[in-house]
T-cell receptor, first 115, second 116 residues
Framework: AQTVTQSQPEMSVQEAETVTLSCTYDTSESNYYLFWYKQPPSRQMILVIRQEAYKQQNATENRFSVNFQKAAKSFSLKISDSQLGDTAMYFCAFKREYSGYALNFGKGTSLLVTP | EPEVTQTPSHQVTQMGQEVILRCVPISNHLYFYWYRQILGQKVEFLVSFYNNEISEKSEIFDDQFSVERPDGSNFTLKIRSTKLEDSAMYFC??????????????FGSGTRLTVV
């Protein structure tokens, strides 16, 4: 079974600064999908960014980018120019490619952006 | 932008009672899911549903749980004989074939179930 580990339960960053959230995973498969979801206090799960394992290029969505290291099985999220609205719980998630529909989530990192 | 709608937003029920959590997936989506998040813990997969049948389920999804698509728009999760440990936020999600891999899923806002 795939496991997703987020080693930072809580992080804090000042507004306009950059922060990196770490995620590692364990799988024997060669292709798969990785996601970062944001869960603000409203509790809704919002997709932030995704990455296909066979694509070498790191995904970027505006201020959000990932550092995907396939050999190291690492998938970190970088948030640039942090904003107060980025305060949320961030979950890393893994999905197998060909079989199974389930997203396997990590335990989450609580990010607080301070003025 | 299309949304997944869940009702109610908060449900309180007595231990031993049955509850039905309701979801309206995005209209052209064909895959439906339920996830659970116990307070302070990670989001856990319960079940996926496609073509009017369960396509995958986790160990959590035992005989206490069932899902149904009673009509063309609703997708329900029934929990029989609720226990205190069923208290959690329940998320519905949906996707189409392409979205499943390209975008992950679209989640609803969740139903907070409190069993007393």
């Amino acid at each position: 079974a795939q496991t997703v580990t987020q080693s930072q339960p809580e992080m804090s960053v000042q507004e306009a600064e950059t922060v990196t959230l770490s995620c590692t995973y364990d799988t024997s498969e060669s292709n798969y999908y990785l996601f970062w979801y944001k869960q603000p206090p409203s509790r809704q799960m919002i997709l932030v960014i995704r990455q296909e394992a066979y694509k070498q290029q790191n995904a970027t969505e505006n201020r959000f980018s990932v550092n995907f290291q396939k050999a190291a099985k690492s998938f970190s999220l970088k948030i640039s120019d942090s904003q107060l609205g980025d305060t949320a719980m961030y979950f890393c998630a893994f999905k197998r490619e060909y079989s199974g529909y389930a997203l396997n989530f990590g335990k989450g990192t609580s990010l607080l952006v301070t003025p | 932008e299309p949304e997944v709608t869940q009702t109610p937003s908060h449900q309180v029920t007595q231990m031993g009672q049955e509850v039905i959590l309701r979801c309206v997936p995005i209209s052209n989506h064909l895959y439906f899911y339920w996830y659970r998040q116990i307070l302070g813990q990670k989001v856990e997969f319960l079940v996926s549903f496609y073509n009017n049948e369960i396509s995958e389920k986790s160990e959590i999804f035992d005989d206490q749980f069932s899902v149904e698509r009673p009509d063309g728009s609703n997708f329900t999760l029934k929990i029989r004989s609720t226990k205190l440990e069923d208290s959690a936020m329940y998320f519905c999600a949906s996707s189409d074939q392409q979205a499943m891999t390209d975008y992950g899923y679209t989640f609803g806002s969740g139903t907070r179930l409190t069993v007393v």
